[in-house]
């Protein structure tokens, strides 16, 4: 069931939502099913041809409205710009969906200066651009509206090898929470959803390059022992952009099959004690009782 669409078909009917990093991976999954609720969409990133590539191809699969807008997020200016570009063709703007990001495995050590901002400018600083942008827009014209950013769930606990990354989607969470409580009053609500594994070809190669995706396979992290179905990140997504979730403002969503409290757990290794020795392991601790 979790592959299949959830919401029922006019539910983000005549809204527009603006995708950022909305050509590849999750980004243009979840472009795909917007369009199919009804939406009209616009994907922006840095790379033209993938953007336009991408339109053609989502609006032949649904018959939908999609605007290709090259924009680097990092850039307010460039932001400005696909804002105008929106509202020039569709006449409104509904829904942010900041999903650019930027990240690679690294020690940190070996980081240059300018390699640790490059990712806090992708994600943070290009987040905050957006919103920025569109929540003046919104303001200005008295527009309920949403944003959704899409976080980690490492943007909670950190994590090593990645901490541009993590720093980056620790602010864009704090971002989250602090809009939902500064820009509710304009009817502007701000959520965020925090994925686990969803293999990408953008995420894989930078983070799990050569034969580490077998090594280091994600399945064996996640109690559910499966990786996520980009459907089902696509239905939360939706759901979350949508009216029927009016009243959810300030919301983190996690969606990792268990992965990130698996890592947690003092005891959660246990499952490596195979069933037979659970007997001798139970009378060892009963007798514990009497010491
Ligand atoms: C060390 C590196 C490096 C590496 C780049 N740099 N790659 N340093 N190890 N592997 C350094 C460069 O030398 C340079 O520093 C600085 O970083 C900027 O690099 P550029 O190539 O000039 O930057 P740019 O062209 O802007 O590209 C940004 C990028 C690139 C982040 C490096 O990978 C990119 O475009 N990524 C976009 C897509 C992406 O990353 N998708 C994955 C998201 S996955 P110097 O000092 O030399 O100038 C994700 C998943 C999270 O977020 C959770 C998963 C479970
Ligand atoms: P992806 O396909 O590499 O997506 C990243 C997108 O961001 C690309 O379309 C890229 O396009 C765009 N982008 C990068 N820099 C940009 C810039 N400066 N300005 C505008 N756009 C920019 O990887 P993905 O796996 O789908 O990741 C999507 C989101 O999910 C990210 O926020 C990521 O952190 C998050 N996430 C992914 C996973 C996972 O398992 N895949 C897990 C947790 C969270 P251009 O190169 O054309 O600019």
Redesign the pocket.
């Known amino acids: 069931m979790y592959n299949q669409p959830m919401l029922r078909e006019d539910a983000l009917k005549d809204k527009t939502i603006v995708v950022?990093?909305?050509?590849?991976?999750?980004?243009?999954?979840m472009g795909l099913y917007f369009l199919q609720l009804g939406a009209n969409l616009v994907i922006?990133?840095?790379?033209a041809e993938?953007?336009e590539q991408s339109a053609k191809e989502m609006e032949a699969a649904t018959g939908g409205k999609v605007l290709p807008v090259?924009?680097?997020?990092?850039?307010y200016e460039?932001v400005d710009h696909m804002l105008s570009e929106t509202l020039k063709n569709f006449g409104r703007a509904d829904v942010l969906l900041?999903?650019?990001?930027?990240?690679f495995i690294s020690p940190t050590e070996r980081l240059s200066a300018n390699a640790f901002s490059s990712i806090i400018?992708?994600?943070l600083k290009?987040s905050a651009n957006c919103a920025l942008a569109f929540g003046k827009h919104w303001i200005k014209e008295k527009q309920a509206a949403s944003i959704l950013n899409?976080?980690?769930?490492y943007a909670f606990t950190g994590s090593a090898y990645v901490v541009p990354?993590a720093c980056a989607?620790g602010g864009v969470l704090a971002m989250t929470r602090s809009l939902a409580a500064e820009w509710g009053k304009y009817g502007i609500r701000s959520n965020a959803i925090?994925?686990?594994?969803?293999?990408?070809?953008?995420?894989?190669?930078?983070?799990l390059p050569g034969d580490l995706a077998e090594k280091f396979d994600?399945k064996n992290r996640v109690p559910l022992k499966r990786?996520?179905d980009h459907q089902e990140l696509a239905n939360l997504a939706a759901f979350l952009v949508s009216d029927f979730a009016g009243y959810i403002n300030g919301e983190v969503i996690t969606i990792d099959g268990g992965e990130w409290l698996q890592g947690a757990g003092q005891f959660n290794g246990l499952e490596a004690v195979p069933d037979e020795m659970w007997d001798m392991l139970e009378q060892m601790t009963r007798s514990a009782k009497g010491s």
Do not use: H, M, Q
């Open positions: 950022t990093g909305g050509g590849t991976g999750l980004g243009r999954a922006t990133s840095r790379k993938v953007l090259p924009c680097d997020v990092r850039n460039e900041n999903n650019a990001a930027g990240n400018d992708i994600v290009g899409i976080v980690t769930t990354s989607k925090a994925p686990g594994p969803f293999p990408t070809k953008g995420a894989w190669e930078r983070l994600f990786v996520g």
